[in-house]
């Protein structure tokens, strides 16, 4: 059984939450390989607590890769696109590029990094990630839209998503192009025609965490993950 550890669950916003004090940033924990996504500005813990055997990075905003702003010395591997290798000031150490739609094993886990709409500037990846115990979830905390839904969603067991706003409608547009963040009520009717049950979002924003209690009381079935949450999938 994989464990995932929801070491931060913020958006890049001033506010924070007793809950809510970090950038979003997970940890699966898999046959004893640990395998961390994302690592932002505002983290609980330095790498090396961490101890990650592989870090994955998902997009070059400063809430989830911090070389942007900071040079990290690590020898923990990060993999990572080379736009967002190239975006930054500072480089990791040690890194592998990865491509989007192109699948490889990290460990006991299979991993699919996936292009979705999110940034103009900082081009973004989701993964979807399959355990030893075939269980499959896809981790996209920053989107507007996913490209090839039937591609991506179907036969996923957990869905875990953007909750930067719960109605509010932070999607902008230049030219053709679609940036920012989709709605969770949203991004739900994506899980609902897909038949995902396992709903989860993290990422959360200044309007998510203002009605967290009154949206959990409305909908008790979808979570809203807060720091230092574990589940066992």
Request: aromatic share 12%.
């Amino acid at each position: 059984m994989a464990k995932l550890v929801f070491l931060g669950t913020k958006g890049e916003i001033e506010e924070i939450a007793e809950k809510h004090q970090y950038h979003s940033s997970l940890l699966l924990i898999s046959e004893k390989f640990r395998l961390l996504i994302d690592f932002g500005k505002l983290h609980p813990y330095r790498l090396e607590e961490i101890k990650p055997d592989v870090l994955l990075i998902t997009h070059a905003h400063p809430n989830h890769y911090n070389w942007l702003e900071e040079e990290i010395n690590t020898e923990v591997l990060v993999y990572l696109t080379e736009e967002t290798l190239n975006y930054g000031k500072f480089k990791p150490s040690s890194y592998k590029i990865i491509l989007p739609n192109n699948r490889f094993r990290l460990g006991p886990l299979e991993i699919y990094p996936y292009p979705v709409m999110h940034s103009i500037r900082c081009p973004a990846v989701g993964f979807k990630i399959k355990t030893p115990e075939n269980k499959i979830f896809i981790y996209s905390p920053d989107l507007v839209d996913i490209i090839n839904k039937d591609e991506i969603l179907t036969g996923v067991n957990y869905y875990i998503g953007d909750g930067s706003s719960l109605k509010t409608n932070l999607v902008r547009r230049k030219g053709n192009q679609f940036f920012g963040h989709a709605r969770i009520t949203t991004q739900i009717n994506w899980c609902k025609k897909y038949n995902i049950d396992n709903i989860i979002f993290t990422h959360l924003g200044k309007e998510t965490m203002e009605k967290e209690k009154e949206f959990q009381d409305t909908h008790p079935e979808i979570i809203l993950a807060y720091d230092g949450m574990e589940l066992k999938i």
